[in-house]
């Protein structure tokens, strides 16, 4: 089976340096930038944004914009086109956490439909590039709303949607309800990417069957395996999924692709990595405590060496320990 796989984004971690390292072992479809503020694309000068750094080997990408007033937005894409060579955008409806929830961004907007509609407008207005959205499940599942949300916006012309089904209130505690992306296909007839939990290669076998959903979008088990596309293909096609590389092997290209970020950066993106990555073993979470410890990237190495170099990456599914 073919399937459209998808890179999710996630802020502060699917910088250029990460996504050089997914595609090191086998690129996604398409990758997406963490979400972008629209208005720190209209305030700051677009081509230093590390935010929005990518190289040949991290595409097609897609650009994730965040914010709530459509002009912004709008303004924020006009210079997006007029600078840079991203697939097409993407309007966050889905993120509820950090500045997303402090600014009325993402998934705060899915109370407001009508302003939803007008951002969703403005971005058709703006670019002639693929307009995708990122939905989540409304506050208590209440999926009538969540449909009507879609249809708005795919009546403004955005062409793509993704849905991660847990609401705002879930956290990532209870499971996502696979069963909402299988209803949103059903009840738009749009192309709908499937995302949530997907642990393993067979997991995304099992969410396209499920759901009839048009392609699968990997957050967190790209954290932890950044090769989760190659297997994944690997395993649609019917071939055996590869071995997993030698657990200090990514480690040491991240470190190596972090140098595509400013200096200033990359110890602190490191980390954020990290936290994640080191889930893959029985005492990650010990081993980052351990690593934080250590100052400066060469010395976290070191320290990385030392602890990784008895450890194998364990059989599928990933396991995430701790979210954050
Ligand atoms: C650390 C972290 C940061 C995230 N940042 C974003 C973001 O910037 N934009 C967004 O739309 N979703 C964001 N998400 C949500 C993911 O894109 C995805 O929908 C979610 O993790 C579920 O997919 P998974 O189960 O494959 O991880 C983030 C998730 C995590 C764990």
Redesign the pocket.
């Known amino acids: 089976m073919r399937a459209t796989l998808f890179l999710?984004?996630?802020?502060?971690?699917?910088h250029v340096a990460f996504r050089r390292l997914v595609a090191h072992y086998g690129p996604p479809d398409f990758f997406y930038t963490?979400?972008v503020s629209a208005r720190a694309i209209v305030h700051q000068p677009p081509e230093r944004d590390p935010y929005l750094f990518y190289t040949e080997a991290d595409r097609p990408l897609i650009a994730?914009l965040?914010g709530r007033e459509p002009e912004v937005i709008v303004q924020a894409l006009e210079r997006l086109e007029a600078r840079f060579d991203f697939y097409g955008y993407?309007l966050?409806f889905?993120?509820a956490?950090g500045r997303?929830k402090r600014y009325g961004w993402?998934a705060a907007l899915l109370s407001e439909p009508e302003l939803a509609r007008k951002i969703a407008a403005g971005g058709r207005k703006m670019t002639r590039k693929p307009l995708f959205a990122?939905l989540?499940s409304t506050p208590g599942h209440d999926l009538r709303r969540l449909i009507a949300f879609a249809e708005g916006l795919l009546a403004e012309g955005v062409e793509i949607l993704i849905l991660?089904p847990?609401a705002p209130e879930d956290g990532?505690r209870r499971p996502?309800r696979w069963e909402e992306i299988a209803a949103l296909k059903r009840e738009t007839g749009a192309t709908v990417i499937g995302?949530?939990?997907?642990f393993s290669p067979e997991d995304v076998l099992r969410m396209l069957e499920t759901t009839g959903c048009d392609g699968v979008?990997?957050?967190?088990?790209?954290l932890l395996r950044p090769w989760i596309f190659r297997d994944a293909r690997a395993f649609l096609k019917g071939d055996p999924i590869p071995e997993a590389p030698n657990p200090f092997e990514p480690v040491l290209l991240m470190a190596e692709h972090l140098k595509l970020l400013p200096e200033e950066w990359r110890e602190k993106r490191f980390n954020l990595w990290l936290f994640w990555y080191l889930q893959n073993f029985p005492f990650g979470l010990y081993y980052f405590g351990r690593v934080q410890k250590a100052l400066g990237i060469s010395e976290k190495l070191a320290v990385l060496k030392d602890l990784l170099y008895r450890e194998k990456i364990p059989p599928y599914p990933a396991r995430i320990r701790q979210?954050?």
């Open positions: 999710a984004p996630m802020d502060g971690l699917t963490e979400m994730q965040a993407d966050n889905g993120c956490r997303a993402g990122k989540r991660h847990r990532f996502p995302n949530g939990d997907i979008m990997i957050g967190r088990t790209a979210n954050r």
